[in-house]
């Protein structure tokens, strides 16, 4: 196999068009590094596994579907224990740390890290950084053991607190220096995880043994090549809970209408799945899809319509849905501390829209309810579906680490835990495709209409182009995941 390197990039090229872009090791900067065997081999909870350990050249496809002449392509290295370890077990201090807004499952994957270390790899000394990325250098530490995290995983938010900004590489690396630290854990989103690859790229500059290992967060599933990020499903879960009020408040009154405004800054994928999953919905406003409120086909005649028709119904939308309906002079310019534009109340606006729009034309008379549980959905626990899955993440995390990879998010690909280098992870948002069958599901399931324009579909379907899709369904789960 042929090695090339592309903005920085690890790519290893071979046969019939097969591509690995590969994850960065302490190898790559450091000669000379001696290696230990794995201590899970006389662990006794894994000598039942036959092969436990994963094989040094096993990788993941990005997309599972393949035609007969074509090549290969794209993979990514795939998650799990090695053979050899680039750390003894007394030698390892490591850090977590989490940074951004709140999501279901935090508190589990910092307890799986610690007792994945602890359990799995005889590692002692773990602290968790408080506060974010500014905890390295203005916050204190907190010792963290199996008894420390035992029950975290029963709560929301996380233990070690959390922030936006606060990135100051050079003060982050002296105090991962300082304090002899030698794997960080870092668990937030996409603006976190661009943090993390600069924090990588200046201990490698520095020549250190530092891992440094991201677990992708994000509530809104925004984050490209993973199959989904955790937090997802118990946001969908309780997303149920605010559509079922809903409906019960526009059911239970004559022309009812209840509005239901749910997380999804530039990403839909909340609002999509909890109204596939609700089958309550009438509606669903998500940021991908335009939409218009007037005249022939607006969503004031399909509310009309289905008012009509049926005396109640419920709206879903995601906070960044009909952003460019705004006045300009409504429009924020103000961002947060993590750089992400601050929204106006989609919700609000809406629902305060729907009820002008009935009191002008005095046909009917309307009672509408607005519900917006953004912030319930993001304290609350993960469900045992995440659980499960943020302990895959964290226990990933772990084996990587000791086995000497840096510069890495894990992940899932295609249902296989992968370790995916930084950058693919930070260069696009992962979207709804509107153009694709899950969104055409969604619109079966509500007979709501599409609001696209042909000039709409035309620009989708370019932004489609420049997106591979995989749809990947069986009887159960369907996973759609946009590279």
Sequence with gaps: MGHSAVSKAKIITGDYGYVLEDVPHFSDY?????????PLQDHPAYSVVKQYFVDADDTIPQKVIAHKNGPRGIHFRRGGARQKVYFRSDEVHACI????????????????????LYHMYGVKKVIGIEGGYKGFYSRNTMLLDPKVVNDIHKRGGTILGTSRGGHDTKKIVDSIQDRGINQVYIIGG??????SAVIYEELARRGLKVVVAG?????????????RSFGF??????????????????????????????????SG???????????????????????????AGGLFEFVERRLKENGH?????????????????????DRDASGNKLLQDVGLWISQKIKDHFAKQNKMSINLKYIDPTYMIRAVPSNASDNVYCTLLAQSAVHGAMAGYTGFTVGLVNGRHTYIPFNRITEKQHKVVITDRMWARLLSSTNQPSFLSTKDMVQDE?????????DVVDDSVNIETSF
Excluded at 315 to 324: H, S
């Design 313 to 333: 119904m419920v709206i879903v939308i995601a906070e960044g849905a009909g952003q460019d309906l705004f006045s300009q002079s409504m429009k924020s310019v």
């Design 215 to 227: 677990i992708p967060k994000t509530i809104d599933n925004d984050i490209p090549v993973i199959d």
């Design 30 to 38: 450091i000669s000379n590094l001696p290696t230990y065997p794995n």
């Design 190 to 195: 996409d603006g976190t995880q661009k943090g």
């Design 269 to 295: 994928f909340i609002a999509m799945h909890a109204t596939l999953g609700s089958r309550d919905v009438d509606c669903c406003l998500i940021p991908e899809s335009p939409f218009y409120l007037e005249g």
């Design 462 to 470: 370019k932004d489609e182009s420049s997106c591979d899709v995989v």
């Design 233 to 266: 499903d118990t946001a969908v879960e309780e997303a149920q809970r605010a559509i079922n009020a809903a409906h019960v408040e526009a059911e239970s009154i004559e022309n009812g209408i209840g509005v239901v405004k749910l997380m999804g800054r530039y």
């Design 97 to 116: 740390v989490t940074c951004g807004g709140l999501c279901p499952g935090l508190n589990t994957v910092i307890r799986e890290i610690v007792c994945g």
